[in-house]
């Protein structure tokens, strides 16, 4: 069955109607026929089975036949990125969202190749947001992860400490395997985290000052295991984990 996204303002009414890039994609691409079902996620949480009612030069019309939600998955996790080389990030942003993730920080480290100022940052984020809605129409969820702008440590650093636990990947030998420290958490309060941040660092790494930063707010180095990743293999690996452990059903 097709899916296509509307956003949420758009999708309160018992009709709807796809326009710019979702018509186009309807139209041209899938060659969408009138009486034919369709999917509408909203990035909300709705689903809505909707049946085609018209089809336009320019625009799909929609008429809504059932509407569900799906609830949010029970852990928010957080990806905080540093930015690959060339469209890497575009590939972990869609792989993290097969796999659940909540928000991705893209994250401007010292030894991160690209610089952008504040146009051309909002300008990627609205290109990876794209992405993103892609990736749930492709997988069919029903959650929108929600995409910063590139940004920096040192912006970022007030809300290092909003999440309930905090995992760094890491090469140093003071580390522990994700699962040990989740089941410790488990332990002391009794219940799995809601909210877990995982920090991923660029091509050679943070540097170990920014290390230092990321374990000084609390922040707790995870072993990756023997082989030393490559960032998306890295990213994807702590997503699985994380989405197995807290976020299976």
Known sequence: MHRFYLEAGRCAESELRLDGREAHHALHVLRAKRGEPAIVLDGAG????????????????????????????????????????????????????????????????????????????????????QVAIEAIKQCGAAWLPEIDAPTSLSTLNPQLSTYELSLVGSLQSERRHPREIIRAFEMSNGRPP?????????????TPNELKMIEASGALPISLGRLTLRVETAAIYCLSILNYELNSV
Do not use: M
């Open 46 to 129: 709705n689903e809505l089975i909707c049946e085609i009612a018209g089809v336009l030069p320019d625009a799909v019309e929609l008429r809504v036949a059932k509407k569900n939600f799906i609830p949010p998955l029970p852990c928010r996790i957080t990806l905080l990125q540093a930015l690959p080389r060339g469209k890497i990030i575009e590939a972990i942003i869609q792989k993290s969202v097969e796999l659940g993730a909540h928000r991705i920080v893209p994250l401007l480290t010292e030894r991160v190749v690209t610089r952008l100022d504040d146009r051309s940052a909002e300008y990627k984020r609205e290109k990876w947001r």
């Open 194 to 206: 809601k909210s877990v941040a995982v920090w991923i660092g660029p091509e050679g790494d943070f």
